[in-house]
């Protein structure tokens, strides 16, 4: 069956240490990932997304992601945190033969000054 | 002024009334959808439309129904809320076959409490 697993519920940091959020699919066509941002009362936004080419890709906000294959993953990276990104991070899948989408449960991120 | 809209944003009502949420989008795209995100689930899609003439049950479609009135709205109707569908309602778009991946832009969500 098609998954995402984010599985990581809570992650806390302070501000200026780096963050890795992990991301590991299950999915039997090749992937599209995605992983999406949602501020306090807001919407989802698009971080940043991997179709294709180069397997480290970068995004908005100074966020980098990596697909693994060989380990279905797609962890997203930034090197220093700022107390801006406290928010819910989700990663998600698909594949050019559909639009929809698998999301996993989100990551809730912390920032302590 | 943004590029999906969902009114109400939102809404407080009692088990038994009929609600509709309602979607739409300056974006050109021919397809949306409705999701709920409940706490420790993440989203879950309830139906998706590919284009007007178009409607597709998501993973939990029951207890909802959908109307695509033109190709910029796409609307969600609880017939009879009950307190589980409490929850935050997103509507989202997307483009058709752009070869780039089926990115998603989503609106700023409905908060619906059913008591």
């Known amino acids: 069956a098609q998954s995402v697993t984010q599985p990581d519920i809570h992650i806390t940091v302070s501000e200026g240490a780096s963050l890795e959020l992990r991301c590991n699919y299950s999915?039997?066509?090749?992937?599209?990932l995605f992983w999406y941002v949602q501020s306090p009362g807001q919407g989802l936004q698009l971080l940043l997304k991997?179709?294709?080419?180069?397997?480290l890709v970068q995004g908005i906000k100074g966020f980098e992601a990596e697909f693994k294959r060989s380990q279905s993953s797609f962890n997203l990276r930034k090197p220093s945190v700022h107390w801006s990104d406290a928010a819910e991070y989700f990663c998600?899948?698909?594949?050019?033969?559909?639009?929809?989408?698998?999301f996993g449960t989100g990551t809730r991120l912390q920032v302590f000054p | 002024d943004a590029d999906v809209t969902q009114t109400p944003r939102n809404r407080i009502t009692k088990t038994g009334k009929r609600i509709m949420l309602e979607c739409s989008q300056t974006?050109?795209?021919?397809?949306m959808y409705w999701y709920r995100q409940d706490p420790g689930l993440g989203l879950r899609l309830i139906y998706y439309?590919?284009?007007?003439?178009?409607?597709n049950k998501g993973e939990i479609s029951d207890g909802y129904s959908v109307s695509r009135q033109a190709q910029a709205k796409f609307s969600l109707s609880l017939e009879s809320a009950i307190p589980n569908q409490t929850a935050l309602y997103f509507c989202?778009?997307?483009?058709?076959?752009?070869?780039?991946?089926?990115?998603?832009?989503f609106g700023p969500g409905t908060r619906l409490t059913v008591l």
């Open positions: 439309s590919f284009d007007v003439k178009d409607i």
């Open positions: 999915y039997g066509a090749t992937p599209y």
């Open positions: 989202a778009t997307s483009d058709q076959g752009q070869g780039d991946g089926n990115e998603q832009f």
């Open positions: 998600a899948v698909g594949s050019y033969n559909t639009d929809k989408l698998i």
């Open positions: 974006k050109g795209h021919d397809r």
């Open positions: 991997y179709f294709s080419g180069d397997t």
